[in-house]
C-alpha cells in the first residue's frame, strides 16, 4: 500500500496545526516552510480537509487554519479519505472474469486486508500521533 504524497502532506499539515492550536489560527506558509511542501499545493490539501471537515479555515489578514473537531475526534483515516477519497474495498476481479474461482478469493482476500487497514486507521487518533 503506498500513501499519496497528498496524504503525507495532509498528515504533517494536521499535525502541525494540533500541535501548534494552542497559539491560534496557524498560517500555511508557516507549515510550507517547515516542511518544505509548495505552498499552493499545501493549500489545496488544506482546503480537501476544510471540505472533510477536519480542518477549518478563516480568510483575511487574521486568517489561518484550526482544527475543525478536537485532537480526539480526527483519525487517520479521516485524514486519507479526506485527501484522496475513500479507501476502496473492493478489488471486483469478477466483473471481468465471470465469476472465476481464483479471482473470487483474490477480492475477498484483497477486501479483507482494505478493511483491516480502514479498521487500523480509524483507530490511530491524532491524540496518538501529537
Excluded: C, H, W
Excluded at 75 to 81: A, H, K, R, S
Aim: proline letters at 3%.
Amino acid at each position: 500500500m503506498r500513501v499519496s504524497r497528498s496524504v503525507a502532506y495532509g498528515l504533517l499539515a494536521v499535525g502541525y496545526v494540533a500541535q501548534n492550536k494552542d497559539e491560534g489560527l496557524t498560517l500555511s506558509n508557516a507549515i510550507a516552510e517547515k516542511y518544505d511542501i509548495p505552498l499552493e499545493y499545501l493549500l489545496k490539501i488544506m482546503q480537501q480537509m476544510v471540505r472533510g471537515q477536519i480542518l477549518r479555515s478563516k480568510r483575511g489578514p487574521r486568517g489561518g487554519f484550526n482544527l475543525a473537531r478536537p485532537v480526539n475526534k480526527i483519525t487517520m483515516l479521516d485524514v486519507i479519505e479526506a485527501v484522496d477519497g475513500p479507501m476502496i474495498i473492493s478489488l471486483g476481479l469478477e466483473e471481468y472474469t465471470k465469476k472465476d474461482k481464483f479471482a473470487t478469493k483474490a477480492t475477498q482476500a484483497y477486501d479483507k486486508v482494505v478493511a483491516q487497514a480502514r479498521s487500523a486507521f480509524k483507530k490511530i487518533k491524532l491524540t496518538d500521533l501529537i
